[in-house]
């Protein structure tokens, strides 16, 4: 449950907090005094979307913490899933910067805003006004169809099965339009194939034939040039070699009388050495090279292929070349093997159905048990709320084509008066019967939800009296297993309360306190007469209030 929330800097919000009780708070004030600035804030809190401008004062943050109380409800699952530390007394965080960025924490750990919503729809379920019209949400019927015949487990296992179905079946079907659209191609592909195969494309090759091509184009001047290096280092007479080893020679007669004359014999020693090599590499080249007109226009051929494919196949190399060869034989794989591999899809995404139609019998046998209660509760609920010949049904239908939560369509049939025959809710009810029609169904779904907080925004609209009233014992009957807080105007709502907190506004900024015993008669008695309160209202508000 939520235990403090502070808000700071946050639309007409200076700065306030509120700690909450663990039952029923009940949260009063005129119109317009930031009673839904305060459940905006919340709602940010809890990971909606920043819709525009919450920034009051532009040179700084705006930041939004709440302290949950949460042991007990089992979330560790959910904190180790979303990679949280988990903790008890669990403190979110969410900061908006006055360039509109935002920023979340769980337990001083940053997290998504994604991450933030699924933790948010686990701690509290906000209730406002313009909720009464999710009656005509399918999702919502469903939902709340599903909790009352407990079939989570079920619908979790549907899900798995339904989703590789969905996935079986896209991918079928990606399958049979390339396949087909393939097999249209299917001669010009193979020609194509044929071409790059029959080309032997290998990696290195251009490299290799571009410089077999630079030499033998060239063979007559290279063979003339190494012929020459050879003469000059290996001539019988005039050879660098013969004349350095004559020099080496030299050198070691005298090595007795000059002393330097040893270390140079080794140094050209050292050279003599590298030239043989040199000219050793030299001569063989040279016998090696020599002009090949036959071998140059073979070289010249193969490359002119190979630039020709690249050209008409728009690749920038052999590389590419070969990526588009291996393209096409896969496509022709999968025009010979497409049958194939289309008749596996067909029987996974069969078995798949299979499966999920069993679960899908398996959830309207489920909805179905659980209607005729569903029904019976809320009609007994709607009798509490002052509309004892109202009917209330839940019908399940089975569409025949499975969907994301199975094959049913479920309808909320109602009628008010006994005499009429159950219409659509969403159809025929009007405000103060769609008030009533919620409040049972929140009431009675909540629990069984196991939500830790839920707040009411004004769910008593449209009603008074002792209608009124009676919906104030339902709010405070459900405030006993849960925490529930109520935004109401309706004073005998307000007085089942087990804390009450009005919220005001001063010098244009909305604030709010906490209610004494005798803060509290009195605002009563000002919901009761309005500003001039009088000495019967005064005395109604202690009656409401069993002072």
């Not at 001083?108 to 991450?115: A, E, H, I, N, R």
């Not at 040039?225 to 007669?253: F, M, P, W, Y």
């Amino acid at each position: 449950m939520l235990t403090c929330l502070t808000v700071e800097n946050y639309a007409l919000i200076d700065k306030l907090e509120l700690t909450l009780d663990p039952h029923l708070n009940i949260i009063t004030g005129e119109t317009g005094a930031g009673k839904s600035i305060l459940l905006g804030a919340l709602g940010l809190l809890l990971g909606a979307k920043n819709e525009g401008s919450a920034i009051k004062d532009n040179s700084r943050n705006c930041v939004i913490d709440g302290i949950f109380d949460i042991s007990g409800l089992g979330l560790e699952p959910l904190f180790e899933q979303l990679d949280l530390d988990y903790a008890d007394e669990t403190v979110i965080r969410r900061m908006i910067t006055p360039s509109g960025k935002s920023r979340s924490f769980v337990n001083d750990s940053p997290v998504q805003l994604s991450q933030l919503k699924e933790l948010g729809t686990r701690l509290i379920d906000i209730h406002s006004q313009h909720q009464n019209l999710i009656l005509s949400s399918a999702a919502f019927r469903m939902q709340a169809a599903d909790t009352m015949a407990d079939t989570a487990a079920v619908i979790a296992e549907y899900g798995t099965e339904y989703a590789a179905m969905t996935d079986a079946e896209r991918r079928l079907s990606a399958l049979k339009a390339e396949t087909e659209q393939a097999r249209k191609d299917e001669e010009w592909i193979r020609f194509q194939v044929e071409e790059l195969v029959g080309a032997d494309l290998r990696p290195g090759e251009v490299e290799e034939l571009e410089a077999e091509q630079a030499v033998l184009a060239d063979a007559d001047k290279i063979g003339e040039a190494l012929g020459n290096i050879v003469s000059a280092l290996d001539g019988e007479e005039t050879g660098v070699i013969s004349q350095l080893k004559s020099a080496e020679t030299a050198l070691r007669h005298i090595r007795e009388s000059y002393r330097p004359s040893a270390e140079l014999a080794e140094r050209l020693h050292s050279a003599i050495l590298e030239l043989k090599d040199i000219n050793m590499s030299v001569a063989a080249d040279a016998e090696r090279i020599e002009a090949d007109p036959e071998r140059l226009e073979a070289v010249d051929a193969r490359l002119a292929t190979i630039w020709s494919l690249c050209r008409k196949h728009r690749a920038e190399n052999v590389a590419e070349l070969a990526a588009l060869r291996d393209r096409y034989k896969a496509q022709l794989d999968a025009i010979t093997f497409g049958d194939e591999e289309i008749r596996k899809l067909e029987e996974e995404r069969d078995v798949r159905t299979r499966r999920a139609s069993a679960l899908a019998d398996k959830l309207h046998a489920a909805r179905l048990a659980a209607a005729p209660k569903f029904g019976r509760e809320i009609t007994e609920r709607l009798s509490r709320l002052g509309m004892p010949d109202a009917v209330f049904n839940v019908e399940i239908n089975d569409t025949g084509v499975l969907s994301a939560y199975g094959r049913d369509e479920i309808t909320f049939r109602f009628s008010a008066n006994g005499n009429m025959a159950p219409q659509p809710v969403e159809r025929i009810a009007s405000g103060g019967e769609m008030s009533r029609v919620m409040l049972s169904l929140k009431s009675l779904l909540a629990g069984r939800m196991k939500l830790p907080t839920i707040i009411f925004d004004e769910i008593d609209t449209g009603v008074s009296g002792r209608i009124a009233d009676a919906m104030g014992d339902i709010i405070a009957e459900l405030s006993q297993s849960m925490q529930v807080v109520n935004i109401t105007h309706l004073p005998q709502v307000a007085s089942k309360g087990d804390t009450h907190f009005v919220v005001y506004k001063e010098n244009s900024r909305s604030n709010i306190r906490r209610l004494t015993n005798d803060e509290r008669i009195t605002e009563i008695a000002k919901m009761l007469s309005g500003s001039d309160i009088t000495d019967a209202a005064l005395s109604q508000a202690r009656h409401l209030l069993g002072k």
